[in-house]
């Protein structure tokens, strides 16, 4: 099992058994996991201190500012203290990826983190155009050039 999958098991285990949701949106999560980039694996980094203000104001300004784009700072402000709540203030494991992952749900915020998968997209306009050439072959030659040159050109 990798590192990531490692963490990935640990919060949903933590979310199901220590916080009561029975069914935590997991591709929300591992999508919010990966933005959390290497600090998933630092002691320290992994983990947020909800009584540290300076922590707090750069989660305000790197994620829910930056990832998010929240610069409303009420909202901001209201959606860590419901996060601090849904996690427990005396709980001392606030872990990164599901403090995000509370932010992000309370801001209403999930499509950032589910939007299309844009190498599908890519694939799909390739199969497509694929598929669309060959339904070509018995057209007029001169026709056929003309759509495969504006074709070519939405490329």
């Known amino acids: 099992m990798s590192k990531f999958e490692e963490c990935m ?3 949903e285990k ?3 058994s220590k916080l009561g949701i029975k069914r935590p ?4 999560l591992r999508n919010v996991a990966k933005a959390c980039g290497p600090s ?3 002691k ?9 203000k300076e922590e707090l104001a750069r989660v305000k300004k790197n ?3 930056k990832k998010l784009g929240v610069t409303d700072e009420v909202k901001q402000d209201k959606a860590i203290a419901n996060a601090i709540e849904k996690i427990g203030r005396s709980n001392r494991n606030k872990y990164r990826a599901i403090f995000y992952y509370f932010l992000t749900k309370e801001l ?3 499509s950032v983190f589910k939007g299309p998968n844009l190498t599908s997209i890519n694939s799909g306009m390739i ?3 694929e598929n669309l050439i060959k339904s070509q072959h018995d057209i007029d030659g001169d026709i056929k050039q003309i759509v495969d040159n504006n074709f070519l050109q939405i490329l």
Do not use: C, R, W
Request: net charge negative.
């Open 14 to 16: 933590n979310m199901k």
């Open 108 to 110: 209403n915020l999930s």
């Open 25 to 28: 949106d997991m591709e929300l």
């Open 63 to 65: 994620f829910i500012s």
């Open 127 to 129: 199969a497509f155009g």
């Open 9 to 11: 098991s640990l919060y």
């Open 44 to 52: 320290d980094a992994s983990t947020i201190s909800s009584g540290d």
């Open 40 to 42: 998933l694996y630092k």
